[in-house]
């Protein structure tokens, strides 16, 4: 197996966790937040949407769907357009409302499709490239695709246990 393929497998399961984390559930349950200081369902799964699609698009030179694919009009949110959630206060996480759990979904599967067409362009030379020297070391392509992966996953399992949580306490 190659390394790409293990990267495709890897963005595969990003995606089945956020269909399983939204799927079915209203816009009460996408907004609601167990404390304060907490994310909702809708927060996690936009910001690890917006954290792929950044930086999978500047890894890659490609445009990000979010600008590209008209999804910024579509979400309506009033934030800064490159905004990805990093940093948000608990107001601005508030802010990240939608109106359906399939808007999500939608704008997660359109990240999805544009990063497996990059992942498929994968040749293990590639994964050596340097894609930001702000760091010390530098960090390659292969670093920063593993980096998404490991931070989208656990955003996801996060949507996940705040469902769970919600779920719980309806029953």
């Known amino acids: 197996m190659h390394a790409k393929d293990i990267l495709i497998d890897g963005y595969g399961r990003i995606r089945e966790e956020v269909h399983a984390a939204v799927e079915?559930?209203?816009t009460d349950e996408l907004h609601a937040r167990p404390g304060p200081e907490a994310n909702s369902i809708a927060w996690l799964v936009w910001h690890l949407t917006r954290v792929q699609d950044d930086h999978i698009a500047d890894a890659?030179?490609?445009?990000?769907?979010?600008?590209?694919?008209?999804?910024?009009?579509?979400?309506?949110?009033g934030l800064r357009r490159r905004d990805t959630g990093f940093g948000h206060s608990p107001e601005q996480v508030a802010r990240v409302?939608?109106?359906?759990?399939?808007?999500?979904?939608?704008?997660?599967?359109a990240v999805h499709q544009q990063t497996l067409g990059a992942l498929?362009?994968?040749?293990?030379?590639?994964l050596e490239r340097i894609v930001d020297e702000r760091w010390?070391?530098?960090v390659s392509l292969g670093v920063r695709l593993v980096s998404v992966l490991s931070d989208d996953l656990q955003h996801a399992g996060q949507a996940a246990y705040v469902r769970g949580l919600l779920q719980s306490t309806s029953a």
């Open 60 to 77: 890659f030179g490609l445009e990000q769907v979010w600008l590209a694919g008209g999804w910024e009009q579509r979400f309506g949110l």
């Open 136 to 138: 010390d070391p530098p």
């Open 24 to 26: 079915g559930l209203g």
């Open 97 to 109: 409302r939608v109106g359906s759990g399939d808007l999500l979904t939608g704008y997660y599967d």
């Open 120 to 126: 498929r362009s994968l040749t293990a030379g590639d």
